[in-house]
């Protein structure tokens, strides 16, 4: 065999290679999205575990938890607030449901109160969701926010989920938020 | 035949209103309240990602490193821009967009769009695939001199390198084969991206993560201190393709700028031991026992592909444990019989199936796509045996594959473009005035 024969087959085999490559990302090209996916949590599987906060790969989370307030009832006595039978309905620490205190409660007006997530405390631990969504309203419910999350091609949280509640969302609408269905 | 079904019906209801936990059908309890002062409803803030992490910006990124490296490694065969590149693309890689998505991990979304319907796959994903594939078949392992966070990160580390003994080399070099192999299976049904789950270095791009995976990180990093590259030789299951790819690359890295003086300076100098010393024409072994040889394989071949196909199968009993679906499909079956415990706010802690009742999830269409998982996997695993035995026996055919040269010559499927030879060579050191 001649030393250009052995070129020639050589690039033979390259161009059918680089075919098939170009052939098959067509064909996947076609199929595919034109936006970028990101990681979101669908509020209406989540069952509040908690897992979200020890199993992402950031410390704390990337998931916090956010308040649809359209949906909150401002109830005085909030039970994504307060722990069960608290000694009093203050600001007091041994009240509160939050583990760090990233609950802001502000007077609205008798008898309504704003309830505000502090996100640089809030470290997705869903306490306050479990609390809002088993008495209250389920206006408090956890959102991976996206100035953090480092968008993980296999998200550790969506390995640890126990609900199958993460998904891939389009990159320009990346929040699922809860409305008001009322 | 219909009464059954409409009591199918009825007690899958009963059992939701009754059995199961009510959690999701009681929210809303509370009105909205009818504020009387002129306070506004503040509205949920939804932050964005930086543009600098867009995978665009990173993918156009990629494409300029690749042709930088090309342009570096061929043009000016330059070992000490490259170590720039190599520090650069690791710092916006790396540390600066996190590691995802790469190429390496990148596999797993590709095969599983290939095998199911309805996976949310972007185009820079596929682009992030094929890019470095189309370098490898043009112009070599390009991909894994620089653009590869993974392999920029070891680059980095290697101090001492020493020759690994060829047995050892030649066994550990098949673990690749057999990783991607998994981790396709896993990919495409829906198990799970195993690739990502063992990143060993994305934990130190983001100064966080698993310490099991952060610990085994740095064990790599150390054994990659003498031991070049220990990951992205002896685990990357990208480098299966990238090796295949390049088999054929059109332009190949040549030591010597002008004629090899058969030194074996670039031998020692290389960390991968991708440089293979001048052949003998004259084999010790005759033609015949090298036929004979081909010949028993080819007579093993289907028992060996039999063999594989019950490894397979064998494979599925533990495999079919890691399915999410079959999994809670199984623990159902048990959940039936015992108590469902109550959850507190201090003990949250749920199974997957457990949440999937509480959720009133369809236990019929649940064991429906369970039953389909376990078809898919079984059919998959079956393919896996099958993968296993063509590189057994592609090994087995390479091993007696006769190679004759008469200087050092590159091997393009090893080399990951590190241009060390380069800077050992005596003739390209004469023609840059260097000796």
Redesign the interface.
């Known amino acids: 065999m001649t030393e250009k024969q052995q070129y020639s087959r ?2 033979f ?2 161009w059918l ?2 075919g098939f ?1 170009f052939l ?2 067509g064909f ?2 076609v ?8 990681w979101q949590i669908d509020p ?2 989540c ?4 897992k979200c906060a020890t199993a992402c ?3 704390p989370a990337a998931v916090k938890c ?6 909150c ?3 005085d006595l909030c039970s994504g607030y307060f ?2 039978n608290a000694a009093k309905l203050d600001t007091g620490a041994e009240n509160q ?1 939050c583990p760090t205190g990233a609950i802001i409660r502000t007077f ?2 008798d008898p ?1 109160f ?1 309830y ?1 997530i502090d996100e640089t405390k809030c470290v997705g631990c ?2 306050c969701v ?2 809002c ?6 206006s408090l419910y956890l959102q991976v ?3 953090r ?6 998200c ?1 949280i969506a ?1 640890a989920c ?3 509640a993460f998904k ?1 969302v389009p ?1 320009n609408n ?2 699922l ?1 809860k409305t ?3 | 035949m219909k009464i059954s079904k409409w009591l199918k019906v009825f007690i899958v209801l009963l059992l939701q209103l009754f059995v199961l936990f009510t ?2 059908f ?8 009818e ?3 002129e ?1 506004q ?10 543009l600098t ?4 910006f990173a993918l156009i990124l990629l494409c300029f490193v690749l042709m930088l490296t090309v342009i570096l490694l061929y043009k000016f065969r330059s070992r000490f821009w490259l170590r720039i590149l190599i520090i650069a693309s690791l710092f916006y890689f790396g540390f600066y967009h ?1 590691g ?3 190429s390496v ?2 596999i ?3 095969f599983q ?2 095998f199911n319907k309805n996976v ?7 682009a992030v ?2 890019l470095p ?2 370098t490898a ?2 112009f070599g392992r390009i991909f894994c001199g620089a653009a590869c966070p993974l392999g920029a990160i070891q680059e980095l580390f290697i101090i001492r390198p020493i020759k690994v003994p060829h047995m050892i080399d030649s066994i550990l070099k098949l673990f690749p084969y057999i990783y991607l192999g998994i981790a396709v299976v896993f990919a495409s049904c829906n198990m ?2 195993i690739i ?2 063992y990143d060993f270095f ?2 130190f791009f ?1 100064f ?3 310490t099991s995976i952060l610990v085994a990180g740095g064990v790599i990093l150390l054994i990659g201190t003498v031991v070049a590259r220990p990951y992205c030789r002896y685990i990357c299951p990208y480098s299966v393709l990238l090796r295949f ?1 390049s088999k ?3 332009q190949k890295v040549s030591i010597t700028p002008d004629n090899c003086i058969v030194c074996h300076l670039c031998k020692d100098s290389c960390p991968v031991g991708a440089i293979h010393p001048p052949k003998p024409t004259h084999f010790p072994e005759s033609k015949e026992l090298a036929l004979n040889r081909l010949r028993w394989i080819a007579v093993m071949t289907p028992i060996l592909l039999l063999l594989g196909i019950m490894f397979g199968m064998a494979l599925y009993k533990p495999l079919s444990h890691m399915h ?1 679906e079959i999994k809670i499909v199984r623990k159902l079956e048990s959940l039936r019989t015992s108590v469902i415990k109550e959850r507190d ?1 201090y003990n ?5 199936a ?3 009742l ?2 009133g999830g369809n236990t019929d269409t649940l064991i429906q796509s369970a039953m389909k998982s376990q078809k898919k996997l079984k059919i998959a695993l079956i393919f896996f045996g099958i993968y296993l035995v063509l590189v057994f026996i592609g090994v087995l055919i390479k091993a007696t594959k006769r190679r004759t040269n008469t200087e050092y010559v590159v091997d393009s499927c090893e080399c990951i473009a590190c241009a060390r030879c380069y800077q050992s060579c005596p003739r390209q050191n004469k023609i840059k005035g260097l000796l």
């Open positions: 050589r690039q085999i390259r290679i680089s490559l098959i990302g996947l090209f199929k595919s999205r034109r936006d970028d996916f990101l209406d599987k069952v509040h575990c908690g790969v950031l410390t956010v308040h649809t307030y359209s949906i009832g401002y109830c722990v069960q449901l609205v007006e309504y704003q505000t869903s306490r479990y609390g969504s088993s008495f209250g309203n389920g926010r996206h100035d999350c480092k968008n993980c091609n296999q550790a390995l126990p609900a199958d891939r990159r990346p929040y938020l008001d269905k009322l | 959690n999701c009681a929210e809303y309890r509370f009105p909205k309240p504020f009387t002062s306070y409803i503040p509205i949920t803030t939804e932050p964005h990602s930086l992490t867009n995978p665009i996190g995802c998505i790469c991990g990148s797993q979304n590709i769009t290939l949310y796959i972007p185009s820079t994903v596929i695939f094929f594939l189309l078949v043009f799970g991206y990502c789950k994305v934990s983001r966080s993560g698993n790819m054929f690359s059109a999410p706010i949250r802690d749920i199974t997957d457990e949440a999937f509480e959720k």
